[in-house]
C-alpha cells in the first residue's frame, strides 16, 4: 500500500546526536524559521544473522525485525483490572537495533512496566545509584528470564558520558538489562526518533525513559521523557511514574530466542475494537416557568429586579446595570467589583431566565452558580455589554446554553467566560459577532464535556489573548477556527500557550486558524513560551494527522502555509472504560448505564482523587451497592452527574468514619434511602456530602448520626409537618423527609 507524502511545510525532526538533543542556551535574538524538508536518510537494507537492521522507506516509515526472548506480566489475563503476578506472562517481544559479532543489541517493543522516575526521598541524581537499575538488573531480570534463557544475556559494560551542555555524565556501569541513553536514542540507524509511542502494557500509551539524567534548571532533574513526537525533553522532579522499556544484549548462539513479526513506526490504520457503550442520557435544556406565587428570595439591585421562586428558578428584569449590592465581591485591576445580590444565593439558583435590556457589565453575572443547570437569554438584549468576563464562570452544571440571541456586537472581554463549566456539552452561538473582543484567555477552560465547538462565526483580527483557551476540553472532537486570524495575537513573558491544542487527545476534526506566525513560538526571551502550534500527539490509538491531498501534519500550519484555513482529520480509536478495580472494590457499568460495585474494603488508592468508576461517569444513570467494611467512603459516588438513583443491596457503615462529598454534584439524583445506615463511627462528612444534589427530593435519614449534615436547599418537611434543614442527629430510627 501507498503510504501519504509528509507535508514539507512542517518540519520533521532531524537524527543525530548533535542535533536532536535540548540546549540550555538562550538565542541572542529571535531567528526567523522557515519550515524545512528534511531528507529521507538513505539506509542500505542489511540483513545480519537472518535479521533485517532497523530500514526506511520513502514516507519515512521505520520497520524494525523482532525476536521473543523471555517472559512477563504484559495483559491482564484475570480481567481483574490491573496487571501484575497474578495475571499470565507473555512472550518479550524485542526490536532488533543492530547486531555485532552475533550479539543483538535489543529494545523492548513496548514499555513493561511503570515506574518512579526518581527517588525524590533519596534526591537520587545518577544511572548508576538509581531504583529502576536495580529494579531490571534484579527483580525484573529473574522475574523475566528463566535460568537456560539467563545464559544467553550478555553482561555489558555501558558508556554514560555525556557531553550535552545540562545533562549530567556518569561512571561506567556493567548491566545486563538497563534503559537507552540520549546519546543511544539519538543515533539515526535505529530510527527511534521517527517512532511514536510506546505502547504500554496496562495503559495503552505511555512515555518512557532513557537513562541520561537531566540536571540544568531550565531542562529538569531526572530520567528524560521521551514522547511520540520524536523529541526530547526534560521534566522537573516527577513525582509520578514513566515507562520502562528495557535494553539489552542477546548472544544470538542461545537457542532460547524466536524469531517475531516485524514492527513499523506508523500506524496508518486503525482497527475497529468493539465496543456496545451506554447510551449518553438526554439533558432537557427547558427553563421550568417562574412561580410569583412562591418566591423565597428578592430584591432589587440597581435597575434589576431580582426573585428565586421555591423551585430555585431565578428571575432577573430591568433596563440598566446592577450596582452590585452582594456580600461577595472580586478585585478588578485597582478597584473592587462588587457582586449582584442574587449571588448571595447562588446555590439555590437551578435556572435562569433573564428579561434585561441597557446593562453594559455581566461580569461574573451567574459566577458560581454551581447548582444552575438550564438559562434562557431569548429575551436578553446584551447590544449595550462591553464585558463578559467569567460570566458562567463555575457553573458546574449548566448543560445548553443558547447564545443566538445575544448582540456581543460591543463586548470586549470574553475572559473566563465558560470558565469550569465541567457538564456543559452544547453550546449554540448563531452570529455571535466578536469583532470588538481583545481577550478570549480561558474562555472553553476545563469544559471537559463539550464534543463540538463551531467558532466559525467568530472574528478574532482584535483578539490579542487566547491563552489557554481551549485547556482540558478533554472530550472536544470537532474544532472549528476557520474564521481564527490570528494577526493581533501577542504573548506576556512568560506562560504563552495559546490554544493549548496538544491535550486534545479526542480531536478527530480541526479547521485550522489563519495568519499564524512562526515568530510567535520562537522561545528567545521569552524562557516560558513552549510549542504551543503542536497538534494532538500521534499515537498507536490514532492516525496521524492529513488534510484532504493526504499530507501528514504534526502542528498548525505558520507563515505562508496559513494565508488560508485547511481542514485536518484524523481517526482516534476510543475505547471506553466500563469495568476494573478500584481500591479493594470491583465495578462495572451495564448497556443500560446500570453501575454495580461490589468488595469488602476501600475504594481508595494513594493518590487518587475519585474511585476509578468516575471514568464511565457520563454513562452512569443508576447504581447498585454491595460493599462491605469501607472506613472510608469519601467522594464514593461525587461528581456523577447523570446518577438518578442507588439501591444500596448491602453497604455496611459500621466502621465508616469518613464520608465527605460522598454525593458532591450528584445533579440529577432524585432520592436517597439511607435508613440502614448507621453513622455511630463517623468523625468527618458534613462537608459536602449532599452539595450539589440539586434534584434530591426524597430521604430517608441514617441513624446515630452525630455530625451536622446539611441538607440541599429548599424545603425539607418530615411526615408530621417539621422542617428540616440538616439531617437530624442522634436518633436511633430512621425519617422520612421530603422536599416541597
Given at each position: 500500500?501507498?503510504?501519504?507524502?509528509?507535508?514539507?511545510?512542517?518540519?520533521?525532526?532531524?537524527?543525530?546526536?548533535?542535533?536532536?538533543?535540548?540546549?540550555?542556551?538562550?538565542?541572542?535574538?529571535?531567528?526567523?524559521?522557515?519550515?524545512?524538508?528534511?531528507?529521507?536518510?538513505?539506509?542500505?537494507?542489511?540483513?545480519?544473522?537472518?535479521?533485517?537492521?532497523?530500514?526506511?522507506?520513502?514516507?519515512?516509515?521505520?520497520?524494525?525485525?523482532?525476536?521473543?526472548?523471555?517472559?512477563?506480566w504484559?495483559?491482564?489475563?484475570?480481567?481483574?483490572?490491573?496487571?501484575?503476578?497474578?495475571?499470565?506472562?507473555?512472550?518479550?517481544?524485542?526490536r532488533?537495533?543492530?547486531?555485532?559479532?552475533?550479539?543483538?543489541?535489543?529494545?523492548?517493543?513496548?514499555?513493561?512496566?511503570?515506574?518512579?522516575?526518581?527517588?525524590?526521598?533519596?534526591?537520587?541524581?545518577?544511572?548508576?545509584?538509581s531504583?529502576?537499575?536495580?529494579?531490571?538488573?534484579?527483580?525484573?531480570?529473574?522475574?523475566?528470564?528463566s535460568?537456560?534463557?539467563?545464559?544467553?544475556?550478555?553482561?555489558?559494560?555501558?558508556?554514560?558520558?555525556?557531553?550535552?551542555?545540562?545533562?549530567?555524565?556518569?561512571?561506567?556501569?556493567?548491566?545486563?538489562?538497563?534503559?537507552?541513553?540520549?546519546?543511544?536514542?539519538?543515533?539515526?540507524?535505529?530510527?527511534?526518533?521517527?517512532?511514536?509511542?510506546?505502547?504500554?502494557?496496562?495503559d495503552?500509551?505511555?512515555?518512557?525513559?532513557?537513562?541520561?539524567?537531566?540536571?540544568?534548571?531550565?531542562?529538569?532533574?531526572?530520567?528524560?521523557?521521551?514522547?511520540?513526537?520524536?523529541?526530547?525533553?526534560?521534566?522537573?522532579?516527577?513525582?509520578?511514574?514513566?515507562?520502562?522499556?528495557?535494553?539489552?544484549?542477546?548472544?544470538?548462539?542461545?537457542?532460547?530466542?524466536?524469531?517475531a513479526?516485524?514492527?513499523?513506526?506508523?500506524?496508518?490504520?486503525?482497527?475497529?475494537?468493539?465496543?456496545?457503550?451506554?447510551?449518553?442520557?438526554e439533558?432537557?435544556?427547558?427553563?421550568?416557568?417562574?412561580?410569583?406565587?412562591?418566591?423565597?428570595?428578592?430584591?432589587?439591585?440597581?435597575?434589576?429586579?431580582?426573585?428565586?421562586?421555591k423551585?430555585?428558578?431565578?428571575?432577573?428584569?430591568?433596563?440598566?446595570?446592577?450596582?452590585?449590592?452582594?456580600?461577595?465581591?472580586?478585585?478588578?485591576?485597582?478597584?473592587?467589583?462588587?457582586?449582584?445580590?442574587?449571588?448571595?444565593?447562588?446555590?439555590?439558583?437551578?435556572?435562569?431566565?433573564?428579561?434585561?435590556?441597557?446593562?453594559?457589565?455581566?461580569?461574573?453575572?451567574?459566577?458560581?452558580?454551581?447548582?444552575?443547570?438550564?438559562?434562557?437569554?431569548?429575551?436578553?438584549?446584551?447590544?449595550?455589554?462591553?464585558?463578559?468576563?467569567?460570566?458562567?464562570?463555575?457553573?458546574?452544571?449548566?448543560?445548553?446554553i443558547?447564545?443566538?440571541?445575544?448582540?456581543?456586537?460591543?463586548?470586549?472581554?470574553?475572559?473566563?467566560?465558560?470558565?469550569?463549566?465541567?457538564?456543559?456539552?452544547?453550546?449554540?452561538?448563531?452570529d455571535?459577532n466578536?469583532?470588538?473582543?481583545?481577550?478570549?484567555?480561558?474562555?472553553?477552560?476545563?469544559?471537559?464535556?463539550?464534543?463540538?465547538?463551531d467558532?466559525?462565526?467568530?472574528?478574532?483580527?482584535?483578539?490579542?489573548?487566547?491563552?489557554?483557551?481551549?485547556?482540558?476540553?478533554?472530550?472536544?472532537?470537532?474544532?472549528?477556527?476557520?474564521?481564527?486570524?490570528?494577526?493581533?495575537?501577542?504573548?506576556?513573558?512568560?506562560?504563552?500557550?495559546?490554544?493549548?491544542?496538544?491535550?486534545?487527545?479526542?480531536?478527530?476534526?480541526?479547521?485550522?486558524?489563519?495568519?499564524?506566525?512562526?515568530?510567535?513560538?520562537?522561545?528567545?526571551?521569552?524562557?516560558?513560551?513552549?510549542?504551543?502550534k503542536?497538534?494532538?500527539?500521534?499515537?498507536?490509538?490514532?492516525?496521524?494527522?492529513?488534510d484532504?491531498?493526504?499530507?501528514?501534519?504534526?502542528?498548525?500550519?505558520v507563515?505562508?502555509?496559513?494565508?488560508?484555513?485547511?481542514?485536518?482529520?484524523?481517526?482516534?480509536?476510543?475505547?471506553?472504560?466500563?469495568?476494573?478495580?478500584?481500591?479493594?472494590?470491583?465495578?462495572?457499568?451495564?448497556?443500560?448505564?446500570?453501575?454495580?460495585?461490589?468488595?469488602?474494603?476501600?475504594?481508595?488508592?494513594d493518590?487518587?482523587?475519585?474511585?476509578?468508576?468516575h471514568?464511565?461517569?457520563?454513562?452512569?444513570?443508576?447504581?447498585?451497592?454491595?460493599?462491605?467494611?469501607?472506613?472510608?467512603?469519601?467522594?464514593?459516588?461525587?461528581?456523577?452527574?447523570?446518577?438518578?438513583?442507588?439501591?444500596?443491596?448491602?453497604?455496611?457503615?459500621?466502621?465508616?468514619?469518613?464520608?465527605?462529598?460522598?454525593?458532591?454534584?450528584?445533579?440529577?439524583?432524585?432520592?436517597?434511602?439511607l435508613?440502614?445506615?448507621?453513622?455511630?463511627?463517623?468523625?468527618?462528612g458534613?462537608?459536602?456530602?449532599?452539595?450539589g444534589?440539586?434534584?434530591l427530593?426524597?430521604?430517608?435519614?441514617p441513624?446515630?448520626?452525630?455530625?451536622?449534615?446539611?441538607?440541599?436547599?429548599?424545603?425539607?418537611?418530615?411526615?408530621?409537618?417539621?422542617?428540616?434543614?440538616?439531617?437530624?442527629?442522634?436518633?436511633?430510627?430512621?425519617?422520612?423527609?421530603?422536599k416541597?
Open positions: 500500500q501507498t503510504q501519504p507524502a509528509v507535508n514539507q511545510g512542517v518540519t520533521q525532526p532531524t537524527l543525530g546526536s548533535q542535533n536532536v538533543l535540548p540546549s540550555t542556551k538562550k538565542p541572542s535574538s529571535s531567528p526567523t524559521r522557515k519550515p524545512a524538508k528534511t531528507p529521507v536518510p538513505t539506509w542500505t537494507t542489511t540483513v545480519v544473522n537472518g535479521f533485517y537492521l532497523p530500514r526506511i522507506d520513502e514516507n519515512e516509515v521505520v520497520s524494525w525485525d523482532c525476536l521473543y526472548f523471555g517472559n512477563y504484559q495483559e491482564d489475563t484475570n480481567n481483574d483490572g490491573k496487571v501484575d503476578e497474578k495475571d499470565e506472562k507473555q512472550p518479550i517481544k524485542w532488533v537495533l543492530s547486531i555485532e559479532n552475533n550479539t543483538a543489541f535489543l529494545l523492548a517493543d513496548r514499555s513493561l512496566a511503570s515506574r518512579p522516575n526518581i527517588d525524590e526521598e533519596k534526591g537520587e541524581t545518577s544511572w548508576e545509584n531504583e529502576v537499575r536495580k529494579w531490571l538488573n534484579n527483580d525484573f531480570y529473574n522475574d523475566a528470564f535460568e537456560k534463557e539467563k545464559q544467553g544475556v550478555v553482561l555489558k559494560t555501558l558508556d554514560n558520558t555525556e557531553d550535552t551542555e545540562g545533562y549530567q555524565s556518569g561512571n561506567s556501569t556493567q548491566d545486563k538489562v538497563a534503559l537507552l541513553s540520549l546519546r543511544e536514542l539519538a543515533v539515526e540507524r535505529y530510527g527511534l526518533l521517527r517512532g511514536r509511542y510506546s505502547r504500554y502494557t496496562s495503552g500509551n505511555a512515555d518512557w525513559a532513557v537513562r541520561t539524567i537531566a540536571v540544568s534548571e531550565s531542562i529538569g532533574n531526572g530520567f528524560i521523557d521521551v514522547p511520540t513526537s520524536a523529541k526530547i525533553y526534560g521534566s522537573w522532579r516527577m513525582r509520578g511514574t514513566i515507562g520502562i522499556r528495557p535494553i539489552m544484549y542477546l548472544n544470538l548462539s542461545s537457542k532460547q530466542w524466536k524469531k513479526e516485524s514492527v513499523s513506526s506508523v500506524p496508518y490504520e486503525l482497527e475497529d475494537e468493539e465496543q456496545t457503550l451506554p447510551q449518553i442520557p439533558v432537557s435544556d427547558e427553563v421550568t416557568e417562574f412561580d410569583e406565587k412562591n418566591i423565597v428570595h428578592q430584591g432589587v439591585d440597581g435597575s434589576i429586579t431580582w426573585k428565586i421562586d423551585n430555585g428558578c431565578l428571575l432577573l428584569e430591568g433596563n440598566g446595570d446592577w450596582e452590585g449590592l452582594g456580600d461577595s465581591f472580586v478585585i478588578v485591576g485597582d478597584e473592587d467589583q462588587k457582586y449582584p445580590k442574587w449571588l448571595d444565593y447562588s446555590d439555590d439558583i437551578i435556572s435562569a431566565k433573564v428579561k434585561i435590556s441597557g446593562i453594559t457589565n455581566c461580569h461574573r453575572m451567574f459566577g458560581d452558580c454551581t447548582e444552575m443547570k438550564t438559562i434562557d437569554v431569548s429575551e436578553f438584549d446584551t447590544s449595550k455589554v462591553t464585558d463578559m468576563e467569567d460570566m458562567f464562570r463555575n457553573c458546574f452544571a449548566l448543560h445548553n443558547d447564545l443566538s440571541a445575544l448582540d456581543t456586537s460591543n463586548v470586549q472581554s470574553m475572559y473566563n467566560m465558560f470558565y469550569r463549566c465541567k457538564s456543559l456539552r452544547k453550546l449554540i452561538f448563531g455571535f466578536t469583532k470588538n473582543v481583545t481577550n478570549m484567555r480561558c474562555m472553553f477552560y476545563e469544559c471537559e464535556s463539550i464534543q463540538e465547538l467558532l466559525s462565526a467568530f472574528n478574532t483580527k482584535k483578539v490579542r489573548d487566547m491563552d489557554w483557551m481551549f485547556y482540558s476540553c478533554k472530550k472536544l472532537e470537532k474544532l472549528n477556527l476557520s474564521s481564527f486570524d490570528l494577526t493581533a495575537i501577542e504573548f506576556d513573558d512568560h506562560d504563552s500557550t495559546l490554544f493549548k491544542l496538544a491535550d486534545l487527545e479526542n480531536l478527530v476534526e480541526l479547521k485550522t486558524p489563519t495568519h499564524l506566525s512562526e515568530d510567535l513560538f520562537i522561545d528567545s526571551e521569552n524562557w516560558g513560551r513552549i510549542n504551543t503542536e497538534l494532538p500527539k500521534w499515537t498507536t490509538n490514532t492516525t496521524p494527522w492529513k484532504d491531498k493526504g499530507s501528514i501534519y504534526t502542528e498548525l500550519p507563515d505562508a502555509a496559513s494565508k488560508s484555513s485547511i481542514t485536518l482529520t484524523r481517526q482516534v480509536r476510543k475505547s471506553q472504560r466500563l469495568s476494573g478495580v478500584s481500591g479493594d472494590l470491583q465495578w462495572n457499568v451495564d448497556s443500560q448505564g446500570k453501575l454495580m460495585i461490589t468488595g469488602s474494603g476501600e475504594w481508595k488508592e493518590g487518587e482523587d475519585y474511585p476509578d468508576w471514568e464511565a461517569r457520563d454513562y452512569i444513570t443508576s447504581c447498585e451497592v454491595d460493599v462491605t467494611d469501607i472506613k472510608d467512603a469519601s467522594d464514593f459516588f461525587a461528581d456523577l452527574p447523570y446518577l438518578q438513583h442507588i439501591t444500596f443491596t448491602r453497604f455496611d457503615t459500621s466502621k465508616t468514619t469518613n464520608m465527605s462529598g460522598m454525593f458532591y454534584c450528584c445533579h440529577n439524583l432524585q432520592s436517597l434511602d435508613s440502614k445506615w448507621d453513622l455511630s463511627k463517623v468523625e468527618s458534613g462537608e459536602y456530602f449532599l452539595s444534589t440539586v434534584s427530593n426524597r430521604i430517608k435519614t441513624v446515630n448520626l452525630s455530625k451536622e449534615v446539611s441538607l440541599p436547599d429548599g424545603i425539607w418537611k418530615d411526615e408530621d409537618g417539621n422542617r428540616y434543614t440538616v439531617l437530624p442527629q442522634n436518633r436511633t430510627t430512621s425519617i422520612l423527609l421530603k416541597e
